[in-house]
């Protein structure tokens, strides 16, 4: 059946088809205009755990969100498909995870992991396995990229996305990032593991493609991430939310602080959004939690302010989204990812509708 078609005979007033694709929407990925590639991973997580259960949750929420977005409501039409994780994605995160443990608790005991020759052994068969990682999520991420379709990122932890910049890095000269986020992920090779989901803003660092990261809602980081951020000479740009809520309690506004985040970028921007970014009132379960943080509305204003200026959103990620024993991070990470959908289609002039209003 021609697109055309399935939009035709499909009732988006109705709860989305149990067993289609992500938000219950009837089309193939081929009908689809935005991809949206799964990343079950959290080999390196020495926290909170169930990032890697993220793509899961967020797939079982998205069938209970009405389609009519108000910002975007003609989104569903272009298509939205959710792809399937690289083979043996999942298997591999636990193995590896299980592995990582006992090198994390060594750490934590003041060991030295190079004096540890078995430890030691395990630590390179991890960076090794996460460099497959890496190459695996590039890999599928050109493989869209080359068929015309806009690509999205739903982890795992933060570590998932370093494929899909090198992938987008492959098509663009020069674009930035837009980073929310509870934490500055700077730090080099945390605790041994070169691909740490703590260290992904450090490693986005090594592409030279990427010129710029404009990080906003951090309220967590050390020392090290600090030196490389002034090193960094302007590369980084770092709006912790203490200034940011300085700002906002002596009389700023919202619109203003945004638009100022927004013009410091380039022209190309690809967001990267740690659903830490936000308050733990809306991901609970998230693997570290930080008490301050945005609001929803806050995080989608941003976002929708930047869909709606001169700068061409080429690519986001989703990440740390972990379940816990009701559907509310899945929940919310599901409305969150339909909303970056609308973003991304609405900065690449896609036709996504007109804004409904209401009389006042």
Same mark, same amino acid.
């Given at each position: 059946?021609?697109k055309?078609?399935i939009?035709?005979s499909?009732?988006?007033s109705?709860?989305?088809?149990?067993?289609?694709t992500?938000?219950?929407?009837p089309f193939?990925?081929?009908q689809?205009?935005?991809?949206?590639?799964p990343?079950?991973?959290?080999v390196?997580?020495?926290?909170?755990?169930?990032?890697?259960?993220?793509?899961?949750?967020?797939l079982?929420?998205?069938?209970?969100?009405?389609?009519?977005?108000q910002?975007?409501?003609?989104?569903w039409?272009?298509?939205?498909?959710?792809d399937e994780?690289s083979?043996?994605?999942?298997?591999?995160?636990?193995?590896y995870?299980?592995?990582?443990?006992?090198?994390?608790?060594?750490?934590?005991?003041g060991?030295?992991?190079a004096?540890?020759?078995?430890?030691?052994?395990?630590?390179?068969?991890?960076?090794?396995?996460?460099?497959?990682?890496?190459?695996?999520?590039?890999?599928?991420t050109?493989?869209?990229?080359?068929k015309?379709?806009k690509?999205?990122?739903?982890?795992?932890?933060?570590?998932?996305?370093l494929?899909?910049y090198k992938?987008?890095?492959?098509?663009?000269?020069n674009f930035?990032?837009l980073?929310l986020?509870a &934490?500055m $992920?700077?730090r !080099?090779?945390?605790?041994? +593991?070169?691909?740490?989901?703590?260290?992904?803003m450090?490693?986005? @660092?090594q592409?030279?493609q990427?010129?710029?990261?404009?990080q906003?809602?951090?309220?967590?980081?050390?020392?090290?991430?600090?030196d490389v951020v002034?090193n960094?000479?302007?590369?980084?740009?770092? &709006?912790? $939310?203490?200034? !940011?809520?300085?700002q906002? +309690?002596?009389?700023?506004?919202?619109?203003?602080?945004?638009?100022h @985040?927004i013009y410091?970028?380039?022209q190309?921007?690809?967001?990267s959004?740690?659903?830490?970014?936000m308050?733990?009132?809306?991901?609970?379960?998230?693997?570290?939690p930080v008490p301050?943080?945005?609001?929803?509305?806050?995080?989608?204003?941003?976002?929708?302010?930047?869909?709606?200026?001169?700068?061409?959103i080429?690519?986001?990620?989703?990440?740390?989204?972990a379940p816990?024993?009701?559907?509310?991070?899945g929940?919310v990470?599901?409305?969150?990812?339909?909303?970056?959908?609308?973003?991304?289609?609405?900065?690449?002039?896609?036709?996504?509708g007109?804004?409904?209003?209401?009389?006042?």
């Amino acid at each position: 059946m021609e697109k055309q078609e399935i939009i035709n005979s499909f009732d988006p007033s109705q709860p989305g088809l149990a067993d289609a694709t992500v938000f219950g929407l009837p089309f193939s990925a081929e009908q689809s205009e935005i991809i949206v590639i799964p990343v079950p991973w959290e080999v390196t997580v020495s926290y909170g755990a169930g990032a890697s259960e993220g793509p899961e949750a967020v797939l079982d929420a998205s069938f209970q969100i009405d389609l009519l977005h108000q910002e975007f409501p003609e989104l569903w039409k272009l298509g939205i498909y959710l792809d399937e994780a690289s083979k043996d994605l999942a298997f591999n995160s636990k193995k590896y995870k299980d592995l990582a443990q006992p090198i994390i608790k060594a750490l934590e005991n003041g060991e030295t992991i190079a004096e540890n020759p078995s430890l030691n052994e395990d630590l390179e068969k991890i960076n090794y396995a996460c460099a497959d990682m890496v190459e695996a999520v590039e890999k599928q991420t050109l493989h869209w990229l080359n068929k015309g379709k806009k690509v999205a990122l739903l982890g795992g932890d933060h570590s998932t996305p370093l494929g899909y910049y090198k992938a987008l890095a492959s098509k663009h000269d020069n674009f930035g990032i837009l980073h929310l986020d509870a &934490h500055m $992920d700077l730090r !080099i090779a945390y605790e041994g +593991f070169t691909y740490s989901h703590a260290s992904i803003m450090y490693n986005a @660092l090594q592409i030279p493609q990427i010129s710029k990261i404009v990080q906003v809602g951090i309220r967590d980081f050390c020392e090290q991430e600090v030196d490389v951020v002034k090193n960094e000479q302007g590369r980084v740009l770092v &709006h912790t $939310d203490t200034d !940011i809520k300085k700002q906002l +309690f002596e009389g700023n506004t919202w619109q203003h602080l945004c638009d100022h @985040l927004i013009y410091s970028l380039p022209q190309k921007v690809c967001i990267s959004f740690d659903i830490d970014g936000m308050s733990r009132l809306y991901a609970p379960n998230t693997g570290t939690p930080v008490p301050g943080g945005m609001s929803y509305e806050q995080a989608t204003y941003l976002l929708s302010r930047l869909a709606e200026s001169n700068k061409e959103i080429i690519g986001f990620d989703l990440v740390e989204v972990a379940p816990g024993d009701d559907d509310w991070d899945g929940n919310v990470g599901a409305r969150m990812l339909f909303h970056m959908c609308g973003v991304l289609a609405k900065s690449q002039k896609m036709d996504v509708g007109e804004k409904i209003t209401f009389q006042k």
